[in-house]
Nanobody
Framework: QVQLVESGGGLVQSGGSLRLSCAAS????????MAWYRQVPGKQRELVAF???????KYVDSVKGRFTISRDVAKNTMYLHMNNLKPEDTAVYYC??????????WGQGTQVTVSS
């Protein structure tokens, strides 16, 4: 069982930056994959980026070069550093964790709003 709590969302101007945090209730060294998703009302939830237990990362094309996913194992926390934010990045951002054989775990989300 893993509890996830997101924080760091807010309102920023276009071109600004934010750092999202996802704090886990257990050691993230035991988690196979952690990821950030985002969702706009009425739209499908989208995978933004993921990071594996060996720090392999991957990003959706629209955020490549702007977002960076990372982990701090000592703090049991995953981060999403978001730079050069655009209005189309506006969404609720969710933390996700996979720890087989258990089903996926989700946080409650944090709102990111980017003004023009």
């Amino acid at each position: 069982q893993v509890q996830l709590v997101e924080s760091g969302g807010g309102l920023v101007q276009s071109g600004g930056s934010l750092r999202l945090s996802c704090a886990a209730s257990t050691s993230i060294s035991t988690i196979s994959v952690m990821a950030w998703y985002r969702q706009v009302p009425g739209k499908q939830r989208e995978l933004v980026a993921f990071i594996t237990s060996v720090d392999m990362t991957k990003y959706v094309d629209s955020v490549k070069g702007r977002f960076t996913i990372s982990r701090d194992v000592a703090k049991n926390t995953m981060y999403l550093h978001m730079n050069n934010l655009k209005p189309e990045d506006t969404a609720v951002y969710y933390c996700n964790a996979e720890k087989p054989p258990y089903p996926a775990f989700w946080g409650q989300g944090t709102q990111v709003t980017v003004s023009s």
